[in-house]
């Protein structure tokens, strides 16, 4: 069985991930990593020499061959649910976690490391929250459809594994 956690940048889907996969005996792996490692460069680099389109079909590549793995915890990027079939592919290949998080507690998470993230780091504080605001309302449609949602700041891990065992 894998675990793919989804939610918005800055939900906490790889430090959740990193200490669930500890407690479970998993491996965990993040997409954005594997993408990183295929492609030989950063995600901004990625973005700015690729371009957007690129990514995604390399997230949905990376997916694709996640998908026969076993026993894993996967932190997939923000928008990787969001893209051609991919939600479907989680739900039919593991079970999906959505970490929801307010847009406010986003915002005061992202904010201080957005330079490091392709899609906030030329924004504005104001263009900042309007972002995360406008994308998680777009994107709430595909979260959604995760099997479960975890809405607290900090997830309680093994009563995440009681859910997910349930």
Same mark, same amino acid.
């Given at each position: 069985?894998?675990?793919?956690?989804?939610?918005?940048?800055?939900?906490?889907?790889?430090?959740?991930?990193?200490?669930? !996969?500890?407690?479970? /005996?998993?491996?965990?792996?993040?997409?954005?990593?594997? &993408? %990183?490692? +295929?492609? #030989?460069? *950063?995600?901004?680099?990625?973005?700015?020499?690729?371009?957007?389109?690129?990514?995604?079909?390399?997230?949905?590549?990376?997916?694709?061959?996640?998908?026969?793995?076993?026993?894993?915890?996967? !932190?997939?990027?923000? /928008?990787?649910?969001?893209?051609?079939?991919?939600?479907? &592919? %989680?739900? +039919?290949? #593991?079970? *999906?976690?959505?970490?929801?998080?307010?847009?406010?507690?986003?915002?005061?998470?992202?904010?201080?490391?957005?330079?490091?993230?392709?899609?906030?780091?030329?924004?504005?504080?104001?263009?900042?929250?309007?972002?995360?605001?406008?994308?998680?309302?777009?994107?709430?449609?595909?979260?959604?459809?995760?099997?479960?949602?975890?809405?607290?700041?900090?997830?309680?891990?093994?009563?995440?594994?009681?859910?997910?065992?349930?």
């Amino acid at each position: 069985m894998n675990i793919f956690l989804i939610g918005f940048m800055g939900s906490g889907k790889s430090t959740s991930g990193k200490k669930l !996969s500890k407690l479970l /005996g998993y491996s965990f792996v993040d997409t954005d990593e594997l &993408i %990183i490692d +295929r492609l #030989g460069m *950063s995600i901004n680099d990625i973005f700015r020499h690729l371009g957007e389109e690129k990514f995604r079909e390399n997230e949905t590549g990376v997916l694709n061959k996640l998908v026969t793995e076993k026993n894993l915890v996967v !932190s997939t990027g923000g /928008g990787l649910p969001c893209y051609g079939e991919n939600m479907d &592919i %989680i739900n +039919r290949h #593991g079970i *999906s976690v959505y970490l929801k998080v307010s847009p406010t507690d986003l915002y005061s998470r992202l904010s201080p490391g957005k330079y490091k993230r392709p899609l906030i780091k030329n924004l504005s504080d104001e263009e900042l929250m309007k972002f995360i605001e406008d994308t998680l309302s777009h994107r709430e449609t595909y979260y959604s459809l995760a099997h479960h949602t975890v809405t607290e700041l900090d997830v309680d891990l093994k009563e995440l594994i009681k859910v997910l065992s349930g």
